[in-house]
């Protein structure tokens, strides 16, 4: 089975700019979660997406959004860019209907975001 | 609130033991261990749930005391391939289920020598 995918790998972008990022979960898992990860504040949960549904939130502003699509493939937008949130952004994917809370999260490679 | 993971370092020479302890204040569903290589996606070790129930792979050894809201890994014998950052993730025990919002601590950092 492919493992997840996400792209773009690489995206520099300018404060005030909007991104999108893209991630192709594992065949068959429902469940994707969304990761910030700073050397900072280390590994941060976003939310995560089950059939389509955001089924959970972490503590980020409403300029972080997100949505998954009928085949589980997720997006995370965000909008007016800061410089804080350069970081790598990383997709997971569980199988099964509890997702992360129960089951093994397979990690993407991440998104590696830098705002100037 | 993020669980707090201690030690925060740790160096060992090839064939030696670790432990990394992993705590929260709140009352926990499940405990999650990840292995973060450096430029790598973290990779996933064990999961304990409440109950006793524990899923993950058999070379890894892992407690959880529920009624302290503490975790251990136990890394034994370890080897050159064992270094990297190990994060425990929490799920909090919120009604009936709590579905997929992990928590993470701040990791521990984990170099093998020869």
């Known amino acids: 089975k492919a493992g997840v995918t996400q792209t773009p790998r690489y995206l520099i972008k300018t404060r005030g700019q909007q991104v999108t990022l893209s991630c192709s979960p594992i065949s068959g898992h429902r469940s994707v979660s969304w990761y910030q990860q700073t050397p900072g504040q280390g590994l941060q949960f976003l939310f995560e997406y089950f059939s389509e549904t955001q089924r959970n939130k972490g503590n980020f502003p409403g300029r972080f959004s997100g949505r998954q699509f009928s085949n589980s493939r997720s997006e995370m937008n965000v909008s007016t860019l800061e410089l804080g949130d350069s970081a790598l952004y990383l997709c997971?994917?569980?199988?099964?209907?509890?997702?992360?809370?129960?089951?093994?999260?397979?990690f993407g490679p991440g998104t590696r975001l830098t705002v100037l | 609130q993020q669980p707090v993971q201690s030690p925060q370092a740790v160096i060992l020479r090839e064939g030696e033991d670790a432990v990394i302890n992993c705590s929260s204040s709140k009352a926990l569903y499940s405990v999650h261990w990840y292995r973060q290589k450096h430029g790598e996606a973290p990779v996933f070790l064990m999961i304990?749930?409440?109950?006793?129930e524990q899923k993950g792979h058999e070379k890894i050894s892992a407690s959880f005391n529920e009624k302290k809201q503490q975790s251990s890994l136990y890394l034994t014998a370890s080897q050159l391939s064992y270094s990297g950052t190990y994060f425990c993730g929490t799920v909090y025990q919120a009604g009936g289920t709590s579905y997929g919002k992990l928590t993470f601590g701040q990791g521990t950092i984990l170099t093998v020598h020869p």
């Open positions: 304990l749930l409440k109950g006793g």
């Open positions: 997971a994917s569980s199988p099964g209907l509890a997702g992360g809370a129960y089951n093994e999260q397979f």
